[in-house]
C-alpha cells in the first residue's frame, strides 16, 4: 500500500510540474504575442505619422508655389518703392524718402 501511495504521490508531483510547465510556457507565448502586437501596432502609427507628416509638407509646398507669384509682385512693387526711397535720400528729400520706404515694408516686410 505505501508503494501505491508513494506512486499516486509521485504521479500527481509529475502532473503538477507539467501542469505548472505548461502555464509558464503559455504565459511565455501569450508575453511574445502582447509584444509583437505592441510592435505592430507602434510601427502603424509611426507610419500614419509619417504619412500625416508628410502630407502636411506637400500641403505647404503647394501653398508656397502657389503664393509665389504673388510674393514676386510684391517683391517687385516693394523694390521699386525702395530705389525710389534711395534716390529721395540722396536727393535730401527725407521725408519723402521714409514715405516711401515705409510704403516698401507694408507691400513686402521681409
Not at 510547465?21 to 505592430?40: D, I, K, N, P, Q
Not at 516693394?78 to 524718402?97: C, D, I, P, R, T
Request: net charge negative; no cysteine.
Amino acid at each position: 500500500k505505501e508503494e501505491r501511495d508513494r506512486a499516486i504521490e509521485s504521479s500527481k508531483r509529475e502532473a503538477e510540474e507539467k501542469a505548472r510547465a505548461e502555464a509558464a510556457e503559455r504565459a511565455r507565448v501569450e508575453a511574445e504575442e502582447a509584444e509583437t502586437r505592441a510592435r505592430t501596432e507602434a510601427t502603424a502609427r509611426a507610419e500614419g505619422e509619417r504619412v500625416a507628416a508628410e502630407a502636411a509638407a506637400a500641403a505647404a509646398a503647394a501653398a508656397a508655389l502657389a503664393d509665389a507669384p504673388r510674393r514676386a509682385d510684391r517683391e517687385s512693387v516693394a523694390e521699386v518703392s525702395k530705389q525710389q526711397g534711395n534716390e529721395a535720400f540722396k536727393a535730401g528729400q527725407y521725408l519723402e524718402a521714409v514715405k516711401l520706404y515705409t510704403q516698401a515694408l507694408e507691400v513686402a516686410p521681409s
